[in-house]
């Protein structure tokens, strides 16, 4: 599901509801690790039952991004393997960051605080392409795909319970 939602949303995507700005050599990576604490958020902000491990999910997500990306993406995420290790060392950090900022989302949603859910949102976005504070053009342009993510959380937690039922 992160990679899916990746896919359909990076520069050069058909459908992508925004024009992102990957100005870091580990922008792309960092994305990646953004899906994936997009994804992480939706099963667990759902899961009223408390079905879900946690730790688990975060680890084993963790894992594989790490692994894929050193082994496999390389090229994809970082342009060359040589500035990817810092990067891939740096994920567990990358995605408890996001996974931070995304414990706000749960309450802003019960309160029907759509605005404060779309800048949280296209913050963390704009955390993946530059490390300098986002200008209000910077929030402008990524509040469309914030609202295209915000209205997908349910269906990636339903997809989410889905794919581990089988």
């Known amino acids: 599901m992160a990679t899916n939602l990746y896919v359909h949303t990076i520069p050069g995507a058909e459908d992508a509801p925004a ?3 990957f100005d870091l050599l580990d922008s792309r990576f960092r994305y990646m690790i953004f899906c994936l604490s997009t994804v992480i958020t939706a099963a667990l902000a759902y899961d009223e039952k ?5 730790e688990e999910l975060i680890e084993g997500c963790l894992h594989l991004v790490t692994g894929s990306a050193a082994e496999h993406f390389a090229q994809e ?6 500035s990817s290790h ?6 567990s950090a990358y995605l ?7 414990s706000r989302w749960p309450q802003l949603e019960k309160e029907g605080r759509s605005a404060e859910k779309w800048e949280l949102i296209s913050s ?17 342009r ?4 914030a609202l295209w993510i915000d209205c997908r959380l ?12 089988r």
Do not use: C
């Open 19 to 21: 024009r992102l700005q």
């Open 50 to 54: 408390k079905q879900i491990q946690p």
């Open 77 to 82: 995420y970082f342009g060359d393997s040589a």
């Open 86 to 91: 810092d990067s891939v060392d740096s994920a």
């Open 96 to 102: 408890q960051e996001f996974l931070k900022q995304w």
């Open 124 to 140: 963390m976005i704009h955390t993946t392409e530059s490390n300098l504070p986002a200008e209000n053009s910077d929030m402008e």
């Open 142 to 145: 990524l509040s469309k795909l």
């Open 154 to 165: 349910p269906t990636m937690r339903g997809a989410f319970i889905e794919l581990a039922n």
